[in-house]
């Protein structure tokens, strides 16, 4: 792979690798765009069978991070960062505080938090050596669990796509299927069921299922079944992929909106969706809560506040189907088209100098036209 061109066509600033032998350390992180602040993503660790496997799910990563935040309307720019390593074997004490200071270096252009393979024990280890890391325990100030958030997030956007596409102005009554009741399948079944939601769900878990049956109700259906069950809504709250070439004449629903990440198991299925008028939620968007959650970190946590900011998932989503209709594409390429947009107008406004606040990184520029 030729690492510049890469990062040259696709817009990423830094890439840093870090070694640290003794510790088994062997990691990179990769800054995209900073244009609106800090870049914020997750470490995540993974057995890579090649640098270049790491290198380009860290630059893949990192480019979808900042579309994330600025789809959602913060202050942070994009970046993620991979550990080579089987999380199972591999963690100690050493390592995260080894990564840790590396993080450190990058003085804050650069803030970590959890991701697959990641822990807040690691963050707690990373913790030590750094304070650009997010996503932290309760008791040490952190934002803890980010699932409520979430929910709530995905809920605001549910509300969007029941106008948008079911014309009602509530989810009173709506039927909704949800795919995986985990930590924010959960949740959503609990605000759901409070909004009068006919909820339909699976998981792998039978303990998963049955919890929410008997608390919230949910009529349980098996793992391979859901996506054959016809409802308005179609709820991803598994893993990705869902929407491929095998289960997109399955669906029976109008709208698909969850929380699970990279839904779309390619873009092309995403137009697919638009073409037979399967009302789709680009997934980064509707799923901002977390980042939401540990943004909100930043600023000395604060529960009520991050729920009340995520309350803009439901503008956002509004935004990305206005875009959709107005320039007849889908929504996924619609989401692409605000978060660019925001990028591009708020490099625009930070070429105006300001004595004093080109210390900050990220914050202002120096004019360069
Ligand atoms: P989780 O692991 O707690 O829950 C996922 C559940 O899905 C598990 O209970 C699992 O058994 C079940 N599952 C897996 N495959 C399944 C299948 N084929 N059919 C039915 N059930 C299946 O994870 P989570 O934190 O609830 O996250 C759910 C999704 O949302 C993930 O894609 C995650 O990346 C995304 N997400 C989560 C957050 C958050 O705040 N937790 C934020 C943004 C995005």
């Known amino acids: 792979m030729e690492l510049i061109p890469y990062m040259e066509k696709h817009g990423h ?55 994330k935040a600025a789809a959602a309307g913060l202050n942070l720019g994009g970046g993620k960062a991979v550990i080579v390593g089987d999380p199972k074997k591999d963690k100690s004490e050493a390592l995260f505080r080894a990564y840790g200071r590396f993080v450190d270096t990058l003085g804050g252009r650069y803030i970590t938090a959890e991701d697959v393979g990641t822990d807040v024990n690691d963050m707690e280890y990373i913790r030590m050596e750094t304070r650009h890391v997010v996503g932290i325990s309760k008791t040490m100030q952190g934002s803890g669990d980010p699932s409520p958030v979430t929910a709530h997030g995905v809920i605001q956007g549910l509300r969007a796509c029941a106008e948008e596409r079911l014309h ?93 990440n990279n839904q779309l198991a390619e873009d092309r299925h995403g137009d697919e969706l638009a073409r037979r008028g399967i009302l789709y939620a680009p997934d980064y968007v509707i799923n901002a809560g977390g980042l939401i959650n540990v943004y909100v970190e930043l600023e000395g946590y604060n529960r009520e506040r991050a729920m009340v900011m995520t309350r803009g998932i439901y503008y956002n989503l509004k935004r990305v189907f206005a875009i959709a209709r107005g320039q007849a594409i889908g929504t996924h390429i619609a989401a692409d088209r605000m978060a660019e947009e925001r990028i591009a107008a708020v490099r625009n406004v930070h070429k105006t100098y300001v004595p004093g606040m080109d210390r900050y990184p990220g914050r202002t520029r120096m004019p360069t036209r």
């Open 13 to 67: 600033e830094q890439v840093v690798f870090c070694v640290n032998e003794d510790a088994g350390l062997r990691a990179i992180i990769a800054i995209h765009d900073t244009t609106l602040g800090p870049a914020l993503g997750g470490t995540r660790m993974w057995p890579y069978q090649s640098e270049e496997e790491a290198l380009r799910d860290a630059l893949r990563l990192a480019r979808g991070m900042a579309y």
């Open 168 to 260: 009602r102005d509530n989810l009173n009554g709506v039927s909704i299927a949800i795919q995986g009741l985990g930590k924010v399948g959960y949740y959503l079944c609990k605000f759901l069921s409070e909004e009068g939601v006919r909820i339909f769900g699976c998981d792998l878990d039978a303990e998963n299922s049955e919890r929410a049956r008997q608390e919230f109700g949910v009529e349980v259906v098996a793992p391979e079944a859901i996506i054959d069950v016809q409802v308005d809504i179609f709820c991803p709250a598994a893993l990705g992929g869902i929407v491929n070439d095998e289960t997109m004449d399955r669906f029976r629903c109008q709208v698909i909106a969850g929380p699970a």
